[in-house]
């Protein structure tokens, strides 16, 4: 199957920090790409949709200031989370999806765990 | 959006012994999908089954859905520790294919 990575892996930052969470697709073209967050035993949470060279699609109650997302190219979606608090540690968990022609099936990158001290 | 509910919220059994977890949801759907996850890791996708479709297997995984209770079920037989992990059901809703609402999740434990 595609494969997805994130990077990186996991991070501790200090309050007030902003960290940049990068999603790759490696062998194939993500036209969308997706963030979620999952917090300890529950379940994944949508934040936002990207599509390539256009703007994100937040969910219902996102901040999108402070979850920045690009997705600049077909294999590549960044997300920067801006002025890092405690409560924004989290799993968070990207996918990506060729299209249509694709069957619209999600490839899920390995997840970064973000620790906000 | 509104997420899907899943039971039992965790399962114990032993192995050897079958595993059975339900899903729920609420609105009209493209297909239903059903995803592993082992602790603190990503997800790994285990079958998907379309809307027109009321049973489907893959290896010792048996789905099925019906549509009109809006509910599916994952069946895992002969279970094995190796399949100690959180299942979850995801929804694509016939309005956008692409998006995936997951349901709350199942922690399934399989003891030796």
């Known amino acids: 199957g595609a494969v997805v990575s994130q990077h990186p892996s996991w991070v501790i930052c200090k309050s007030g920090t902003s960290v940049k969470i990068e999603c790759r697709s490696l062998?194939?073209?993500?036209?969308?790409m997706f963030w979620y967050r999952q917090f300890p035993k529950q379940s994944l949470m949508l934040m936002a949709t990207?599509?390539?060279?256009?703007?994100?699609?937040?969910e219902q109650g996102v901040e999108k200031d402070k979850f920045l997302i690009n997705h600049a190219s077909l294999t590549l979606s960044t997300l920067t989370v801006t002025s890092a608090h405690p409560e924004d540690s989290s799993f968070y968990i990207c996918?990506?999806?060729?299209?249509?022609?694709?069957?619209?099936?999600?490839?899920f990158g390995p997840g970064t765990r973000l620790t906000v001290l | 959006s509104q997420q899907g509910e899943e039971d039992p919220q965790a399962l114990s059994i032993q192995e050897g012994e079958n595993a059975t977890m339900n899903c729920s949801y609420k609105?009209?759907?493209?297909?239903l999908q059903w995803y592993r996850q082992n602790s603190g890791r990503g997800l790994v996708h285990l079958i998907l089954?379309?809307?027109?479709?009321r049973e489907k297997h893959s290896g010792r995984l048996r789905v099925t859905l019906d549509t009109s209770k809006k509910s599916s079920s994952l069946l895992i037989t002969a279970s094995r520790a190796a399949d100690t992990a959180s299942y979850f059901c995801?929804?694509?809703?016939?309005?956008?294919?692409?998006?995936?609402?997951f349901g709350t999740g199942t922690r399934l434990q399989v003891t030796l």
């Open positions: 996918s990506a999806s060729g299209g249509i022609g694709s069957g619209n099936e999600q490839f």
């Open positions: 089954i379309r809307s027109n479709e």
């Open positions: 990207s599509n390539e060279g256009s703007k994100a699609t937040y």
């Open positions: 062998d194939f073209q993500a036209t969308t």
């Open positions: 995801a929804t694509a809703d016939t309005g956008t294919a692409s998006k995936l609402t």
């Open positions: 609105t009209s759907i493209n297909n």
